[in-house]
C-alpha cells in the first residue's frame, strides 16, 4: 500500500466539514476505469479471490461495538473468514458511512493472510453525494478493486423505473444536483440480482469503488452469483458478522 494514501484512512475525530473535504481528495485519487488484474470472466471461472464484507453492531455494549467480517472466496470454496472487533467512535451519518465503519473494516482487513483481487463492500462506491462512499473509500485507501453493494439508494437518478424489473435487468443511476459530479455521469446501476414469483424483491444499486468503471463493477457482481439477492460474498459476510457478534455477546 503506498504510503501517501494513508492521509485518506477515516479519521473520527474529524468534523463533518472536514470529513467531505476529505472525500472529495479520495473521489479525485479514485480511479472509475478498468485497471484490473482479473476479470468477471476469472470470478465465473475460480481463478480470483474475492472478498466479501459487511458488519454487525453490539449498540447495547459500553462503549458500542462493531464486528467487521470478511470472508474470501475462490469459486465456491471459501478460504478464509476473519473478523475484528472495535470501538463505534461516530454515529451513523448518510454520507459519512466511512467515517464509522472504514476504521473497524480495515482492522477485519487486516486479519486476512490471503490477498483478495477484489472486495465487495455493503455500501456505495461512486452512488454518493461527493462519489466517495465506504467501498471507495476503503479501495482507495487500500489501492485495490472494490465495489459498492447497497441495498437503497443514497443519491442519484434511475433513467427510467426500477419497479419490477426482471433477475439480470439494469437501470444506470445518474448524478443529479446532489452529486460532485456532471449531470448525467453513470455513477453505478440498479440491478436486478434475483426476482422470484413468491414476492416482488427490490433491486441493488452497484458502483464502482476503485479501478474500474461503473459497467465492469455490476459484471464482477452478476459474476459473483449465488441463490440469492445478495452476490454470495456478502451473504456470507453477513452471516459470518453475526456469528461473530453471537460469540462476542457470548464471551460478555
Do not use: W
Not at 208 to 215: D, T, V
Request: proline content about 6%.
Amino acid at each position: 500500500m503506498a504510503s501517501n494514501r494513508e492521509r485518506f484512512r477515516p479519521d473520527p475525530s474529524l468534523s463533518r466539514t472536514e470529513m467531505k473535504r476529505l472525500q472529495r481528495e479520495i473521489a479525485k485519487a479514485a480511479t472509475f476505469e478498468d485497471a484490473l488484474e482479473v476479470t468477471p470472466a476469472d470470478v465465473r471461472a475460480g481463478k480470483a479471490v474475492v472478498a466479501g464484507v459487511d458488519q454487525a453492531f453490539l449498540t447495547d455494549a459500553d462503549p458500542a461495538l462493531a464486528v467487521s467480517a470478511a470472508v474470501a472466496l475462490r469459486g465456491e470454496e471459501v478460504l478464509e473468514r476473519v473478523y475484528a472487533v472495535t470501538e463505534l467512535e461516530v454515529p451513523y451519518v448518510p454520507g459519512l458511512l466511512a467515517f464509522r465503519e472504514g476504521g473497524p473494516i480495515l482492522a477485519a482487513l487486516g486479519e486476512f493472510t490471503v490477498e483478495p483481487d477484489l472486495y465487495l463492500f455493503d455500501g456505495s462506491g461512486r452512488i454518493h453525494f461527493r462519489q466517495a462512499g465506504l467501498a471507495t473509500h476503503v479501495g482507495v485507501l487500500r489501492d485495490r478493486p472494490s465495489v459498492g453493494v447497497a441495498k437503497s439508494l443514497l443519491c442519484g437518478e434511475p433513467r427510467q423505473s426500477v419497479e419490477g424489473l426482471a433477475a439480470g435487468e439494469r437501470v444506470p443511476i445518474v448524478a443529479d444536483a446532489d452529486v460532485t459530479a456532471p449531470d448525467g455521469t453513470v455513477l453505478g446501476y440498479a440491478y436486478q440480482s434475483r426476482q422470484f414469483d413468491s414476492g416482488r424483491i427490490n433491486p441493488l444499486y452497484v458502483s464502482p469503488g476503485h479501478r474500474m468503471s461503473a459497467q465492469t463493477a455490476v459484471e464482477f457482481v452478476a459474476a459473483c452469483g449465488g441463490d440469492y439477492k445478495l452476490p454470495e460474498p456478502t451473504r456470507l459476510a453477513d452471516a459470518y458478522a453475526d456469528e461473530a457478534k453471537a460469540q462476542v455477546e457470548g464471551q460478555s
